[in-house]
Structures are given as structure tokens and as C-alpha cells.
């Protein structure tokens, strides 16, 4: 069972995940992910991580048919 604690770290964790990814989109054009990645202190492997995380999160809020 996943305490209430638990739940608002990561509801907390996938917000900031999520704004990342929105900073990373929005890079300068040319900017290669690589590149912001290396700017933002994050690897390339955490990033898709994250985006991977952030992804599952937002499907889980619409109802499966």
C-alpha cells in the first residue's frame, strides 16, 4: 500500500519531470536534446526516463474503453 506521503513525492517528482520536458521542447531550435540535457545537469538516458514516466501518468488519466 503506497502511503499519502508517497503519492504527493511523486505526483510532485512527475510535474517537475514534466516541466523539463516542456523546457526541452521548447529548446532553441538546433539545440540537440543531448546538448540541453548536458545544460540542465540530466542525462540523456534520465530524460527519456522521465519522458517515459511522464507519458504513463498522463494516459493512466483517461479511462481505459
Not at 512527475?14 to 545544460?39: H, K, P
Not at 527519456?48 to 498522463?58: D, E, F, I, P, T
Request: proline share 2%.
Amino acid at each position: 500500500m503506497v502511503s499519502e506521503t508517497s503519492l504527493a513525492a511523486q505526483q510532485c517528482r512527475l510535474r517537475e519531470w514534466a516541466e523539463q520536458i516542456r523546457d526541452c521542447q521548447n529548446r532553441a531550435e538546433g539545440m540537440s536534446v543531448i546538448e540541453w540535457c548536458s545544460r540542465n545537469g540530466i542525462t540523456k538516458a534520465n530524460y527519456y526516463y522521465r519522458l517515459r514516466r511522464v507519458r504513463a501518468a498522463c494516459l493512466e488519466q483517461f479511462p481505459e474503453e
